[in-house]
């Protein structure tokens, strides 16, 4: 890599293209109307409305996954929980108290300090919000998609499952769940972008190329599932 920035440097007419580039990429990507385009088919397309919890009927199950707990430094419990995975526990106790239906919480030994289980805070901080703790289901396993929902298959082989994730997650998750239940609906929250298609112009913004950065991971992890599968 060394030898690589040497060699740009040293080629002024590469390094000007290089930043040249840099720069369109970051103009395009901080707008949030280019974001909206590049979230829609993963937060708004057919199948992901297709799949949304219509409160019909009574799941068996509801499943909320993984998202992050910080182990890292002095902070008050609630600051150490990610704005993902606040959403995806606080709506799955407001899901519970409409359905009673029981809740299983994946996520293993993934986070930076490796002695805590995700499943087991995340079933704490359920239980401080109201859940009963007999109503609450844990699997210590999985440190990604693939890993939590094969940690639960034979539990909910063939139950009708309601699933919380965030949104750019929808799809992938019911690519997983195709092989274990034909009975899944989803209540998405995390929401990156609001839908709109409408042409607009608005200043750069960081939240766009953070909102960017998980649109290009969640693409590159569907590629990657489309190849393991």
Known sequence: MAAMAQLIIKNKKLASKLACASLIWILIWSQPYAVDLLLYPLERS????????KNQRTPDYIFVLACYYNTEGDLPNISRWPDCSLQRLVQTVMLYEQTKSKIIVTG???LENQDISYSQKAKSFLISLGVPEDKIITTDKGTDTHGEISSI???VTNRKLLVVTS???VL????ELDN???SVAFFAVDYHSG???TPYLRMPSLSALVA???AIYEYLALVKQLFTQ
């Open 46 to 53: 057919q199948k992901v409305k297709r799949l949304q919890y």
């Open 108 to 110: 293993g030994r993934f």
């Open 153 to 155: 298959s034979q539990l």
């Open 167 to 169: 949104a750019t997650h």
């Open 172 to 175: 992938r998750v019911s690519n």
């Open 180 to 182: 274990v239940t034909a």
């Open 195 to 197: 839908g709109e298609l």
């Open 212 to 214: 960017t950065r998980a």
